[in-house]
């Protein structure tokens, strides 16, 4: 039972109001909506802007959220896939701003987002310049510190900076940081670096995790994966070596959530995790890493990833499993808002359905 936006009951025998809506869902199935925990969705459409490329190696004070446009053309194309919450992740640079958690319903993006500060994005550097790159960002990081010190005081003898303000609750663990690192090297190199700093890291992207895979369990470290349908890092590495990363990470007892990595496919993100079921892991725990894993990496388990009373109602109603591309959402309910699976993919396809019968 959905009411005021909540689930307000779960079960057989609820008693309901007299003025209840009853949606009949005979031979359907409800689960909690999707996630995706890595994505530009709603920063790419505006010409000649790409909204998640600012310019600057250090940019903390930059809040993908504020800039999401909520009348994204892809925004009703990833609901109609089943997801309904999503970690827009700023790009470029170093230090490349903070992410931000957002649902797919809204009419502005203050409607839109659950939390403008989700994360400190860092790109942890790599290539010849990788040596270089990682100095800059302990010394950008050593400067934040010993600015959140002399800021701490009663009367600070340091003017406001927007950018080392910004790094604040981060350097103190209030926040996650979420490294993107691929190989194997630059995993290893941002385990230290967090340990050494004393940040609360997530890993992101993260292809070679599986070679690393006890350190991150004894750490405690949580991963987001993908995109899980990309080449192995390494040419000696096995043609499955990413495909089997978050089956591996499972066996291994790491937390794991998935991502598109894109704005266009944040809607694949479903088939991103059913690539990963093919190749070890179980169903059940891809299901997991889509919905309640996902939104406790992100520090959102009170509100969302399972149908409990007391969370958002958020859900998808489909004809089979979410990680079956030949699956249909039935409908979505954003923090209990009703929405028809429907987009631009599927106007065309019913209007070229319609011409096609038409030849017939």
């Known amino acids: ?28 199935h409800v689960f909690p909506g999707l996630i995706d925990a890595g994505t530009t969705l709603g920063l790419t459409e505006i010409d000649k802007v790409a909204d998640y490329a600012d310019t600057g190696l250090f940019r903390p004070d930059l809040r993908a959220g504020v800039a999401v446009n909520p009348d994204s053309a892809l925004i ?66 050593h400067r934040a510190r010993l600015y959140d010190r002399v800021r701490s005081v009663k009367k600070p003898s340091v003017s406001l900076d927007p950018r080392l303000e910004a790094m604040r609750p981060y350097l103190r663990g209030e926040r996650p940081v979420l490294v993107e690192a691929t190989s194997r090297k630059q995993i290893a190199e941002a385990l230290l670096f967090a340990e050494k ?103 959102v388990a009170d509100q969302l990833g399972s149908i409990t009373p007391g969370k958002q109602a958020t859900l998808i109603v489909t004809d089979g499993s979410p990680l079956q591309p030949s699956t249909q959402i039935k409908a979505v309910f954003i923090r209990g808002q009703p929405f028809a699976p429907r987009s631009r993919h599927t106007k065309l396809f019913r209007r070229y359905l319609r011409r096609l019968n038409e030849l017939r």
């Open 197 to 299: 700093e004393k940040l609360r890291l997530v890993l992101v992207g993260a292809a070679d995790a599986w070679k690393l895979a006890p350190e991150l369990k004894k750490r405690k470290v949580p991963v987001i994966l993908g995109p899980v349908m990309r080449d192995p890092v390494a040419e000696y590495d096995p043609f499955d070596a990413s495909y089997a990363n978050a089956g591996r990470l499972y066996e291994a007892g790491v937390r794991f959530c998935f991502r598109s990595d894109s704005a266009t496919n944040s809607r694949n993100v479903p088939f991103e995790a059913a690539m990963a079921v093919a190749y070890g892991l179980p169903q059940r725990d891809a299901l997991r890493a889509l919905t309640l894993s996902a939104a406790e990496i992100l520090g």
């Open 1 to 28: 039972m959905i009411e005021k936006g909540r689930i307000a009951a779960v079960g057989r025998k609820v008693s309901l109001p007299e003025d209840a809506k009853i949606i009949e869902a005979d031979g359907l």
């Open 76 to 141: 009703p194309v990833a609901r109609a896939g089943g997801v309904t919450t999503v970690l827009i992740v700023p790009k470029i640079g170093i230090i490349s701003g903070q992410a931000s958690l957002v649902s797919l319903a809204g009419w502005t993006a203050p409607d839109m987002t659950l939390q403008l500060e989700a994360g400190l994005a860092i790109q942890w550097p790599g290539g010849k310049s990788a040596k270089e790159r990682v100095e800059q960002l302990r010394q950008f990081v």
